[in-house]
């Protein structure tokens, strides 16, 4: 599957950390006293023996387009944010759902209903 994003992607470039896909500035030269906690995008984890990627939240709020996104209404936002299932056609894989234009969370179909990846402590009680 191919990583997608309309921000200027020919300013990072993708490395493997085992089995982990991190997308990494590659123009950025930082004092050597500063500590970096987070040094660049964590894409997601490749899945063994298939050809695809368990895509990451970090992942999703840096995107502004994917190949498959679905955009969601008032009722469909609470849903998401307490971690439920939508119903909604959309080809099956990984889709990024949208608010208002907005990246929320990554998704993924079976072609009828659309499991939550929301990280489970960013989900309301």
């Known amino acids: ?50 050809n695809e990627i368990n895509y990451d939240y970090h992942y999703s709020r840096f995107l502004t387009k994917f190949d498959s996104e679905i955009n969601i209404d008032d009722d469909l936002l609470e849903k998401v944010l307490v971690g439920l299932t939508i119903q909604k056609p959309i080809k099956k894989g990984f889709c990024l759902i949208k608010y208002q234009n907005n990246p929320i969370c990554f998704g993924k179909s079976d072609g009828k209903i659309i499991k939550n990846h929301l990280p489970k402590q960013l989900r309301r009680q």
């Open 1 to 50: 599957p191919g990583i997608i994003s309309n921000r200027n992607i020919n300013e990072y470039e993708n490395v493997n950390f085992g089995d982990y896909i991190f997308s990494l500035p590659n123009k950025i030269n930082f004092p050597k006293n500063l500590r970096i906690i987070r040094y660049g995008i964590k894409i997601g984890q490749k899945i063994k023996n298939k």
